[in-house]
C-alpha cells in the first residue's frame, strides 16, 4: 500500500459490471482503492475489454488449460504477488476456490452474491426467491470462507419483489445495489473501519 490506497485484484468470469463498478470508484478517488490488476478464468469475458480499454492492467488465467486446479491457483497467486494485491474482490467469478487459496486470502478476499445470505446461496438466485414467493431480496458482501457464499457479512441492501417480476427484472434491481454495496464495503476497508470478532463483521 505505498500509495496509502488499498491495491485491488478484481477477478471476473464475464460482463464484469460490478468489476467496472470498483474501477469507477477507485478512478473518482471514491474508495480509498486502486485497482492493480483485473484477471479473467475466461477469455472472452466482456468485462475484460472494457478494462483494457480503460488502460488497466488485465490477465487472462483460462482454467482450461490447467491440468490440476492447483495449477491454475499457483498461476492466480504468481499473479496477486506480481501486483501487489491487497484485497481479492470477487465479482462474478465463477470458480470454487480450493481451502488453502481462501486461507491463504483469509479476511484479505470478499466477494458478492445476489441474495441476502445466509438465504439463496449459490446459483439461480432469483428463480428460486420468486418460486419461493419472497416479498424481499437484495445482495451481500462478504468475507470469503472456504464454503461457498459463506463468510462474515459486511453490507447488506435489499430490494423488494414486485409482483409482475422475473428473474432478468429482479436480478436488475439488485444489480443496481450491488454496484453500490461493492465500492461502499471496499471502502470500509480502505478506511479501517472494520475488524472480525467471532466470525462477524463489527464496525469501529
Ligand atoms: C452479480 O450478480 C454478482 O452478485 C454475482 O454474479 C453477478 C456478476 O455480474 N456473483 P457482473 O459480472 O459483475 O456484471
Known amino acids: 500500500m505505498a500509495s496509502g490506497l488499498l491495491r485491488l485484484a478484481v477477478l ?3 460482463r464484469g459490471s460490478n468489476m467496472q463498478a ?3 470508484a477507485c478512478h473518482g478517488r471514491d474508495c480509498g482503492a486502486e485497482i492493480a490488476v483485473i484477471i479473467s ?3 472472452d469475458a466482456g468485462g475484460i475489454e472494457w478494462a483494457g480499454a480503460q488502460g488497466l492492467a488485465t490477465e487472462i488465467v ?3 488449460t490447467f491440468a490440476a486446479k492447483a495449477d491454475f491457483e499457483s498461476r492466480l497467486l504468481d499473479i496477486l504477488h506480481h501486483y501487489r494485491t491487497d484485497l481479492v474482490c470477487l465479482a462474478g467469478f465463477m470458480r470454487l ?4 487459496f481462501v486461507e491463504n486470502w483469509r ?4 466477494n458478492i452474491h445476489p441474495s441476502l445470505l445466509p438465504e439463496y446461496k449459490g446459483l439461480n438466485v432469483h428463480e428460486r426467491v420468486l418460486a419461493d414467493g419472497c416479498c424481499e431480496s437484495g445482495c451481500t458482501v ?3 470462507r472456504p464454503e461457498m457464499d459463506t463468510g462474515p457479512i459486511i453490507i447488506q441492501r435489499r430490494v423488494p419483489v414486485l409482483p409482475d417480476d422475473d428473474p ?3 436480478a436488475n434491481r439488485i444489480l443496481e445495489q450491488e454496484h453500490i454495496a461493492y465500492p461502499e464495503a471496499v471502502r470500509l476497508i480502505s478506511q479501517g473501519k472494520i475488524k472480525i470478532v467471532d466470525e462477524q463483521v463489527e464496525f469501529i
Open 22 to 24: 470498483l474501477a469507477q
Open 41 to 43: 478464468n475466461r477469455p
Open 62 to 64: 483460462d482454467h482450461k
Open 142 to 144: 462478504h468475507f470469503v
Open 97 to 100: 476456490l480450493s481451502e488453502d
Open 107 to 110: 479476511n484479505r478476499m470478499i
Open 168 to 170: 432478468g427484472r429482479l
Open 12 to 14: 471476473i468470469s464475464g
